[in-house]
């Protein structure tokens, strides 16, 4: 009998509700919103201290322990986050309601963790987008993203890769002479803008070489 009810309450909230997953119904928004901020707190604080000693680093040359450290340190990090992510996903989908802050970490786990992953929410990115709920800055990183990693030219010229000489060098981006135009559509600065900026608060040097092809990128990355 108590099977009976179940089932009949599921089948009544289907109706009810058509076209609305089961598990949105029992998601505590709340909960997963403070553990995704808590999430994106370790994401960013452990990367935070990784720029400085990566920008004393190319200065010097001294650090490189340091960085090894970290790295790993950085892993778990990413890795106990997907985890995290994928549990709530598995159970709340992606809820609107999430804080402005859960959002961002939804986001950037994504984007530090498998190609997959980020190409399986890449259309969910974009619907946050178009509600309001994150910038388009934000699609812009995670589809550079996805061609990079596809080995494919980016478009608003947001991913990095460290050339054979340690330096930070931008993907080859389709298109260059149109590039500080693309960029203004999602609100990000001009390149030249953002490669100064960089250096000055961070202290990250990346360069953008015009006659970088797609091809010898790909081989310095060893995609080919």
């Given amino acids: 009998m108590k099977n009976a009810r179940l089932l009949f309450f599921l089948i009544l909230l289907i109706i009810m509700f058509p076209g609305t997953p089961i598990y949105a119904f029992q998601c505590d928004t709340d909960a997963m919103s403070a553990e995704l901020d808590a999430a994106y707190t370790a994401d960013q604080e452990i990367r ?17 322990t340091d960085l090894l450290r970290l790295k790993g340190e950085m892993d778990s990090i990413d890795q106990s986050n997907q985890k995290l992510l994928t549990q709530w996903m598995n159970r709340c989908g992606w809820p609107d309601g999430l804080t402005s802050n859960a959002h961002r970490a939804v986001f950037m786990i994504l984007q530090h963790g498998g ?47 460290q050339s054979p000489n340690s330096v930070n060098t931008v993907w080859p981006v389709k298109n260059p002479e149109r590039l500080d135009q693309r960029r203004q559509q999602v609100g990000l600065p001009p390149m030249q803008e953002y490669i100064r900026v960089a250096k000055d608060s961070m202290g990250v040097v990346m360069v953008m070489d015009s006659t970088l092809t797609l091809e010898a990128a790909r081989e310095m990355r060893g995609m080919d």
Avoid: N
């Avoid at 990784?50 to 650090?63: N, P």
């Fill in 48 to 64: 935070h201290e990784m720029m400085g000693v990566l920008s004393k680093y190319q200065e010097t040359g001294e650090g490189m």
């Fill in 115 to 161: 190609l997959e992953e980020m190409k399986r929410f890449i259309g969910e990115v974009r619907e946050k987008v178009d509600k309001g709920l994150m910038k388009p800055e934000s699609f812009a990183l995670m589809s550079d993203r996805i061609a990079m990693r596809e080995g494919r030219h980016q478009t608003y010229g947001t991913q990095t890769f």
